[in-house]
């Protein structure tokens, strides 16, 4: 594992560059309009931010489809921009994290177009065709979006595969070829001075040998064939050699579809330093997966969380989220974003800040921004959301979009990305032009400038425990330890390094809950709480409101 560890000590803020900040008034939020906030940023106390991407792109999927890794899309800006928030950045003290796509490029991307034209040439083989019948895909794997992932090019005669949109086409990594152009495209980036990478779905890079088909009934076809697949950690280790030996860069990897086990071996010793899993955030899928939604319930997420906690002891360390561009808003999810939604998103706020690990917090999350409405498919603007719902009607598994509207409004990648909140005006002060995607009716109530005029606020409650686990070293570092498992209210943990303990208490429900928790001693001080006024003492009975969280400090 790489020496140098200020990613342990660091809280991340991920920006959406779309949906930040629009200087220009065209509607797109962009690279100055994140410079003309980094106040904002510093204030709110996090050590680094990742920088959804940024690079060219016709943004099928809002860029995560790059068609030049090295140049700036020009709705967001230029590279004198880029270059300029970077320094900015640097000059209050806080890292950048850039987001690179290494499974896929855009169907633009100049390789694409030549691999399609040139079968022969240099581009030939750098992504992943198969001959064959234009009426029958090579294999039955789906596209994370809907529908097969292989697409049938008329210019080449073969079929390409894209595990994702159709204009999105995987990479070849069996090609040296590709290996080197991506790891010198990384160094390029490090040599600008950039320190990390968000690695997107890193683990799909390795397709099984002959693509065989996949089990039909799974909740993603074909996946067992190329998540964590057979040579990824030949592929990451080079990348690791290539890239960041040596480095005191961070890299994050995007991990659809990970356990622990296959977790452990990419981090500690192994070729990363943090991934991203995912478990925490499919407890809700209903039955028929995704695009369904079941009920989750605290103790399922309390049993994931210290699976993790408990696993990563001694061999990695964890991340920590919520939320990100691509999940729905967590006070919506997990909390209640109506009568509770400061108490509940700062309960959220204590678990995402004190459990091990390294916390991500997405743009939005810190003023208990809510899940979007999104009346007609139309309105809703996310690749994913739109090809899935086509594909439900086309095969006639709902007849209409008003059938499956709940779920959209659940679940939609969309909810994340209404534009930031920063204050009354028209939208939300986002832009003065026509936003690309609708803001949040609710952003006259929920902006920066009243959470700053209220007290208590959701922005108060993060700043103060950023900077709480900025100074104490136990929120870092402290072992973890579990209480009352089953209960379905009480979320309930200790944080021990030497002998000092902070224990966390936290009701994660709307009904009033009596405890004694055996973790609290009767030294306990109260260090923090989301209610301005707490009455009883540790040594008595803890008397809970909904939602209700409190850290204390003891000695042991
Ligand atoms: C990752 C990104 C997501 C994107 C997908 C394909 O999951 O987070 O936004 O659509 O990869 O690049």
Redesign the pocket.
């Known amino acids: 594992m790489d020496e140098h560890t200020w990613w342990k000590e660091a809280v991340v803020y991920q920006i959406y560059p779309r949906s930040f900040n629009d200087s220009d008034g065209d509607g797109i939020g962009d690279i100055p309009g994140i410079t003309a906030k980094l106040e904002y940023v510093e204030e709110l106390g996090v050590d680094a931010v990742w920088l ?1 991407p940024v690079y060219e792109s016709p943004q099928h ?2 860029g ?2 790059v068609s030049d890794y090295r140049s700036i899309h020009s709705a967001f800006g230029t590279m004198e921009d880029f270059d300029r928030l970077l320094t900015e950045l640097h000059d209050r003290d806080i890292r950048l994290i850039m987001d690179m ?1 290494a ?2 490029t855009s169907s633009e991307h100049e390789w694409f177009q030549r691999s399609r034209s040139e079968p022969d040439g240099e581009y030939g083989d750098y992504y992943i065709w198969r001959e064959g019948s234009p009426d029958e895909p090579p294999n039955n794997w789906e596209s ?1 979006f809907g529908g097969s992932a292989w697409e049938y090019d008329d210019e080449r005669g073969a079929w390409y595969l894209h595990l ?1 949109d159709v204009h ?1 086409p995987d990479l070849n990594w069996r090609n040296p070829a590709v290996r080197r152009e991506l790891f010198e495209t990384m160094n390029w980036w490090l040599d600008k001075g950039i320190d990390g990478f968000r690695l ?2 890193i683990n799909l890079l390795s397709k099984a040998e002959g693509l065989p088909d996949g089990d039909p009934d799974s909740e993603w076809v074909g996946s067992e064939h190329f998540a964590d697949g057979p040579r990824i950690h030949e592929y990451l280790g080079a990348m690791h050699d290539a890239v960041f030996a040596g480095t005191d860069v961070v890299t994050i990897g ?1 991990m ?1 579809k990970l356990d622990l086990e296959s977790a452990r071996r990419y981090v500690g010793d192994g070729p990363l330093d943090l991934v991203f899993p995912f478990e925490h955030l499919e407890l809700d899928f209903g039955a028929a997966g995704r695009w369904d939604v079941g009920p989750w319930d605290l103790t399922d997420l309390k049993a994931v969380f210290d699976t993790w906690q408990r696993g990563m002891e001694g061999h990695g360390w964890n991340t920590l989220f919520f939320e ?3 999940q729905p808003r967590s006070v919506s999810r997990f909390g209640n974003d109506e009568e509770y939604r400061y108490e509940s998103a700062t309960a959220l706020a204590t678990i995402l800040l004190t459990l091990k690990g390294t916390p991500f917090l997405y743009q939005g999350e810190e003023i208990g921004m809510t899940n979007g409405s999104f009346e007609r498919l139309d309105d809703a603007r996310d ?2 959301t739109r090809r899935t719902v086509q594909e439900l009607l086309e095969a006639g598994v709902i007849e209409d979009y008003e059938a499956i509207r709940p779920v959209v409004e659940y679940r939609s ?1 969309d909810n994340a990305r209404t534009p930031f909140q920063w204050d009354g005006s028209p939208h939300a002060g986002f832009t003065d032009g026509e936003p690309w995607i609708a803001v949040n009716d609710d952003y006259p109530e929920i902006n920066v400038e009243r959470e700053e005029a209220r007290s208590p606020s959701i922005l108060s409650y993060y700043r103060d425990l950023i900077a709480l686990r900025g100074r104490m070293d136990t929120l870092v570092s402290g072992v973890y330890e579990l209480y009352y498992p089953d209960d379905p209210q009480l979320y309930v943990y200790t944080r021990t390094r030497g002998n000092h303990q902070v224990v966390v208490v936290i009701n994660v429900s709307e009904l009033d809950r009596r405890v004694d928790p055996d973790a609290l001693g009767s030294d306990g001080s109260l260090l923090v709480s989301n209610y301005g006024d707490v009455a009883v003492e540790p040594s008595g009975a803890l008397e809970l409101r909904p939602y209700e969280a409190r850290l204390y400090e003891q000695s042991r």
Do not use: T
Request: glycine residues 0%.
């Open positions: 959804s999927d809002n995560y489809d796509v499974n896929h994370a994702f999105q997107d779905v995007e659809p990100n561009h691509d690749v994913d990648r």
